[in-house]
């Protein structure tokens, strides 16, 4: 059995409509997994999420909507999308909103007080839909169907990785290299692998995301500097295109997906980038295909 993943918001930082980003999407960052008994589970709630409530209204045909939301963090980015999300203004919808409890600020005080009345029209407290907070740790957990493991990565004020896998998936099994790619979606959609980055992670901290990651069928990572670009933004949270690579091929996944597209990147420039990360692969030998994550792409893992 399965999983689906669908991209609804692939830019990182701001919005950024325009014809040169139109082929792989504006939209800040937000996914829609579907498990094979059809739970859905939504990654990060960036102004892609507005899109995936309008589409979400549409199939269920005036039936209730429910669903879990994973944020990795709090930043705009990631979550400016939710009080333009649909479903949350209906009635007998529900969903929970499940947050790092390593954030200095608790999500659910975040996410109210981006609808306070100061600086948006209808507050929290006037949502229809019944919401509910979680709060997330390192480890394993089981909300349904499925299984989700947590990480936490390099990015200021912290963020989170996911690890997705259906609860009947089979585990990955020993193959070429040792490492099957038979389970799971790792979304790590803020992470800075730079070896200088300014964080206080303990020095296997490499060794466990490497861990963490093995193995998957699906890997999606921040890429959102080149290496030139990320001299003048180290600490700023993000990773390089190299860097990304690196990463994938030391842990053995079968597709990386370059993900968290700069702001100003077009659309030819995220076509050679592509382009130049598959070329790395390749001097590599291995299997590991290199896709860019675009608005409407989906995936099976």
Known sequence: MTLRVHFWGTRGSIPSPGRETVRYGGNTPCLELRTPEGKLIVLDAGTGIRELG??????????????????????????????????????????????????????????RDQMSSVVFPITFEQLAATIEFRELCDGH?????????????????????????????TPPSASAGGNGHGRGLVYISDNELGPAAPYAFPAEWRRDLVQFVRGSRVLVHNA???????????????????????LALEAEVATLVLFHHKPDRTDDEV???????????????GPLQIVAAAEGLTLTV
């Not at 309008?54 to 039936?63: E, K, N, Q």
């Not at 500097?225 to 949270?237: D, K």
């Not at 980038?273 to 590599?284: F, G, K, L, P, S």
Request: glycine share 8%.
């Open 224 to 246: 959102m500097f080149t290496t030139e670009e990320y001299v003048h933004h180290r600490g700023w949270g993000h990773s390089t295109y190299e860097a990304a690579v690196a």
């Open 141 to 169: 957990s089981t909300p349904g169907d499925y299984d989700v493991n947590v990480m936490q990565v390099q990015h200021p004020g912290g963020a989170l990785a996911f690890r997705f896998a259906s609860r009947d998936a």
């Open 54 to 111: 309008r589409s979400l209204m549409d199939r269920a045909h005036g039936a209730p909507i429910r669903g879990d939301i994973f944020l990795t963090h709090a930043h705009w980015d990631h979550i400016q999308g939710l009080p333009f999300f649909a479903p949350i203004f209906q009635p007998g919808n529900q969903f929970t909103i499940w947050g790092s409890k390593a954030l200095e600020t608790r999500i659910d005080r975040v996410v």
């Open 271 to 285: 076509d050679r980038w592509t382009d130049a990360c598959r070329a790395i692969a390749a001097r590599h030998g």
